[in-house]
């Protein structure tokens, strides 16, 4: 080989290594009312948990896993937490089960899967993987959704499983509230409920979403929220990728994440601008509220929320997970507080 072959080949190298993607994560626990007069224990056993989430994502993004391996790394491993309202620990519907739902999304093939109504199913973001790879399908529901679980080996479980004592208190005080009260909301305003989500950038500048759920507290009637909607609750494509969590029905009729992704991909917002004006003007515009994560192909991070606090957490460029709860902390959006953007305060369901 000649010398002047070799300089251009090593160049070559270190050209592609120089433009190598910064591995960015982010994740979310749902948005609503969250106040500091949560016991210590439980701050402390949430802000782990998220940063447990961001760890073992991140890692498979440094191993050069694509993102859609870290989107469901660290959504199941909050799905196996029960703070959250998503796998173990998922809110009661009005006849007493827990019925989940999840979604995910690669941004660069625009591939998806999805399933709602499952009650036996472990991990639903394992599943929603599974209907993505493994079937021609986008989105299966309820006994179907678990029959294909079956056949590719996915965990099912008893569904008392998914109960917990905080759920389970939690419901009877919804069922012994007035019903005119929750008629509007269908849930306890002063309770966060906790959806898992999160998006990803890989090394190779692909995105992917993803976001797990428990629904509506006290839910009706097979009552399927945003999260399992490709464009509502979850979306990616090649600039953008979005988990949304809020108040379902809302992100399902302004199509909230794929609102987002449109303005960013096609109009060329900034992605904070872009998430900002769907979640915090749109939606409350509407009687909504909630919050989401959404990313860019540049890494760049948007975290709006109209509500007193969204549980939410990332790691970027310097490599270090950082965590956030409440409303006046900093986050890579650097929005401003709830109270300047939105007056609403109701709890929010996915």
Not at 133 to 150: I, R, T, W
Not at 153 to 177: A, C, H, N
Not at 312 to 330: K, S, T
Request: net charge negative; proline share 4%.
């Amino acid at each position: 080989m000649s010398r002047r072959l070799f300089v251009a080949l090593l160049s070559f190298g270190m050209a592609l290594v120089s433009h190598a993607t910064t591995p960015v994560l982010v994740i979310h626990g749902g948005a609503g009312v969250i106040k500091r007069d949560m016991t210590p224990a439980k701050e402390k056993a949430v802000r782990a948990a998220m940063t447990k989430a961001l760890e073992a994502g991140y890692a498979q993004l440094k191993a050069g896993k694509p993102a859609i391996d870290a989107v469901t790394t660290s959504i199941a491993v909050l799905e196996d937490d029960s703070n959250f309202n998503a796998g173990k620990g998922s809110v009661f519907t009005h006849d007493g089960k827990n019925e989940l739902d999840a979604a995910v999304m690669d941004g660069e093939s625009l591939r998806a899967g999805s399933v709602a109504g499952v009650h036996r199913v472990k991990n639903p973001i394992l599943l929603a993987r599974a209907v993505m790879d493994h079937s021609p399908h986008v989105m299966l529901v309820g006994d179907g959704a678990e029959a294909f679980a079956k056949e590719q080996g996915i965990v099912l479980v008893d569904p008392s499983y998914f109960r917990t004592e905080e759920r389970w208190q939690q419901w009877q005080k919804v069922l012994k509230d007035d019903a005119e009260k929750h008629a509007r909301a269908g849930s306890d305003p002063t309770h966060h409920f906790g959806t898992v989500g999160a998006v990803a950038l890989d090394k190779e500048g692909h995105l992917a979403a993803g976001t797990s759920t428990g629904g509506m507290v006290d839910k009706r009637w097979g009552r399927v929220g945003d999260s399992p909607i490709i464009g509502a609750g979850t979306y990616a494509n090649a600039q953008c990728a979005v988990s949304g969590t809020g108040w379902g029905e809302f992100y399902m009729r302004t199509v909230a994440a794929h609102e987002i992704c449109m303005r960013v991909s096609m109009l060329e917002e900034p992605v904070q601008r872009a998430a900002a004006e769907v979640i915090n003007q749109e939606i409350p515009s509407m009687g909504g509220s909630g919050g989401a994560i959404a990313l860019d192909t540049n890494g760049n991070i948007a975290i709006p929320f109209n509500t007193d606090g969204m549980y939410r957490g990332w790691i970027g460029a310097d490599g270090i997970a950082h965590v956030a709860l409440y409303d006046d902390e900093p986050d890579p959006s650097n929005h401003p507080p709830a109270s300047a953007t939105s007056s609403a305060d109701a709890s929010t369901n996915n």
